[in-house]
């Protein structure tokens, strides 16, 4: 405590050119504060592992990139994965195909509600396993009703189908008028000519308005980085698909990017014991979803008076 | 006391507090992360793509052994067999298609025998427990120890298996809890209880609790529709050439054109199977980048009760805390 000096002529005035010896003590106690105080704000950068390296930081908007700038990043990609998971994974970016419009319709009928789906989808799109990230959510609800705040989607029942229940997979509905885009405030995710809705994982900012605007639960943040185990990696990927996402990055269904847009079928679908899912172009009025849109009694969007307008239809049959 | 006293003493407790919390925050106290268990990876069975049954074109393409479907191995080509009824009019079916009733030595495979005998020294779970009280008191000290060889502790399971095949129907909810029963096993509950053909009814039972094989092709159990009416099996089969399979309207189709003869009855299914609407699809939805993979009827049904079977559900999301059900769907007051 530096008190006033009482005895003027004991503790004369420093020359006018040095700062006083209570001056020089507040502000050394003031600037050592502040510095203690900005190492402690700044501390969280220390758990921070994954600093962009400057190619990343001073990579274009998707939109922007030119075919070269795009083969460059892909390498960075191909690069960056296999010095983390030492497998060099086949990186693509692929374009929407002309006269393509998809469509999702799932059969509620035969939903049995065994969830292969959803694992199969994480073990397809790279979604990190602990903690854990999943697109799809299973509710199971009361038959004879679409109220969905009755539904259970942790349900661990021994067998399913249970009696009386039915069996609702819920993922990103793919709307034609989405509500996640319109509120990204960098343009990090936006409606592709094919009907998906995809996510640059470079290029969002990790705010979750999109989280927050979509009346499905549909997108997923990754809080931490992503952990997924070295023989689970699927090197098959694509930049707006299942490359492996960073800390901080929103993600979500993109109806398997990496193979619908290389002509096959989703994960999803092709797993699911039940054939409940189906997967086609809307366009081609000979597939099957054209069909099932065509000829089935019941299809529901869901939460349609949102007018979202989604790509994805639940259907009954029988 | 001055201001400047006063100043002092301000600016000294600013800095001492603030440095204080600065020292806090860099030593992060009370700020611990938060302790979860680990999420175990998805068991791989999960992920499995391959289809509930083989049909007959699988195991053509598979060049799959096929003598099960050499039917005049055992029929004379002369004679249809025939079809014997019980008083419910009911089909009786011969104790070939069944299967044999009590378990033989090349049933069970070593790594089944040694998972069985595991659960029958534990004898925790009910079933277990229900075989080991069969197996006498001897034998009891034997398969404790630990030298026991294969083929002795073989023999002892053999004869208590057969001992609980023998019995009165085993079943009870309590004792199968948590024991997921083949659709065949479902239908044979339904009408095996008692009867003859109540010990293959015990063996199937015994078959599910523990996991063991089955002899697909030898078991029939006729379950086809709820009503019970379709009991005959030269609705679907040819009498004069059980290899072949016969619609109503007289074509006879190879058991690997089934898909045909289903049809031929479920016209709105197989019009939404040929539209691509029903049943499972792999490979590619665009045809001019690769094939589209379908699969037939028998994929999934078994045509002899064909309803398709219950299963265990995957593991859901892991909760950060325990979630009740009461959490996960509130009471809602209409």
Redesign the interface.
């Known amino acids: 405590m530096d008190k006033p000096p009482s005895h003027p002529v004991n503790n004369p005035a420093p020359p006018p050119h040095l700062p006083s010896r209570r001056s020089f003590l507040r502000t050394s106690a003031i600037l050592t504060t502040g510095l203690a105080a900005l190492a402690a704000s700044l501390k969280p950068l220390l758990e921070m592992n994954d600093f962009p390296t400057m190619e990343r930081f001073l990579q274009k908007y998707y939109k922007e990139m030119t075919p070269q700038d795009m083969d460059k990043v892909l390498a960075r990609i191909a690069d960056e994965t296999e010095k983390q998971y030492g497998l060099r994974p086949h990186v693509r970016d692929l374009k929407p195909m002309n006269g393509v419009e998809y469509v999702y319709c799932l059969n509620l009928t035969r939903c049995i509600g065994c969830r292969k789906c959803v694992h199969a989808c994480v073990a397809e799109n790279n979604q990190s396993r602990d903690p854990e990230i999943q697109y799809i959510r299973v509710l199971k609800l009361p038959d004879g009703s679409l109220d969905v705040d009755k539904a259970d989607h942790f349900y661990a029942s021994e067998t399913v189908p249970q009696k009386g229940f039915f069996y609702m997979p819920v993922q990103c509905q793919q709307c034609k008028n989405p509500p996640c885009v319109k509120v990204c405030p960098v343009h990090a995710t936006w409606q592709e000519a094919d009907g998906i809705t995809v996510i640059d994982y470079d290029w969002c900012i990790g705010c979750r308005y999109c989280e927050a605007a979509c009346p499905y639960w549909a997108r997923r943040f990754n809080f931490t980085q992503p952990s997924i185990p070295k023989d689970r990696l699927n090197p098959d990927m694509a930049y707006l698909g299942n490359r492996p996402r960073r800390q901080g990055v929103m993600e979500k269904c993109h109806f398997c990017i990496q193979r619908t847009r290389a002509g096959r079928y989703p994960a999803c679908l092709e797993i699911c014991p039940a054939g409940a899912r189906k997967f086609g172009n809307i366009l081609d009025p000979n597939s099957e979803v054209s069909y099932i849109l065509r000829s089935k009694r019941v299809f529901i969007q869901l939460k349609e008076e949102m007018g979202t307008s989604p790509r994805f239809f639940y259907y009954f049959d029988v | 006391m001055?201001a400047?006293?006063k100043t002092?003493?301000t600016?000294?407790i600013?800095?001492a507090t603030?440095?204080a919390?600065?020292?806090a925050?860099?030593f992060?106290s009370g700020g611990t992360h938060l302790h979860r268990p680990?999420?175990p990876?998805?068991d791989t069975n999960?992920?499995d793509?391959s289809?509930?049954r083989k049909s007959y074109a699988d195991l053509v393409r598979a060049g799959a052994d096929l003598s099960d479907f050499d039917c005049y191995v055992c029929h004379d080509k002369k004679s249809p067999p025939p079809l014997r009824l019980d008083t419910n009019q009911a089909i009786i079916v011969a104790a070939e298609h069944i299967g044999p009733t009590t378990f033989a030595a090349d049933d069970i495979g070593t790594n089944e025998l040694t998972a069985l005998m595991e659960r029958l020294r534990a004898h925790s779970d009910p079933v277990a427990g229900l075989v080991w009280q069969r197996v006498s008191n001897t034998d009891h000290l034997l398969l404790l120890k630990s030298d026991l060889s294969l083929a002795q502790g073989r023999d002892i399971v053999l004869a208590a298996l057969n001992k609980v095949v023998a019995e009165p129907c085993i079943y009870e909810s309590e004792r199968f809890?948590?024991i997921?029963l083949d659709s065949e096993t479902v239908v044979h509950l339904q009408q095996s209880q008692t009867g003859p053909n109540l010990p293959h009814l015990n063996r199937l039972l015994l078959e599910d609790a523990f996991g063991l094989p089955r002899n697909r092709h030898a078991d029939i159990v006729m379950g086809h529709g709820q009503h019970g009416r379709n009991n005959n099996c030269y609705n679907c089969h040819n009498e004069t050439n059980l290899t072949l399979l016969q619609p109503r309207d007289g074509r006879q189709l190879t058991f690997a054109q089934s898909s045909q003869l289903c049809g031929s009855c479920h016209g709105p299914t197989k019009a939404?199977w040929d539209?691509?609407?029903?049943?499972?699809?792999?490979?590619?939805?665009?045809t001019?980048?690769?094939p589209i993979e379908r699969?037939d009827c028998v994929n999934?049904h078994n045509p002899h009760h064909p309803h398709?079977p219950?299963?265990?559900?995957?593991?859901?999301?892991?909760?950060l805390r325990e979630?009740t059900?009461a959490d996960?769907?509130?009471p809602?007051q209409d």
């Open positions: 001055t400047h006293t002092g003493i600016t000294a600013v800095c603030f440095s919390l600065a020292f925050f860099w992060d680990a999420i990876l998805v999960f992920l793509k289809t509930t809890k948590g997921i939404d539209a691509g609407a029903h049943g499972r699809i792999s490979g590619y939805w665009d001019t980048k690769g699969k999934c398709f219950p299963r265990r559900p995957a593991p859901g999301p892991h909760p979630v059900v996960a769907s509130p809602r």
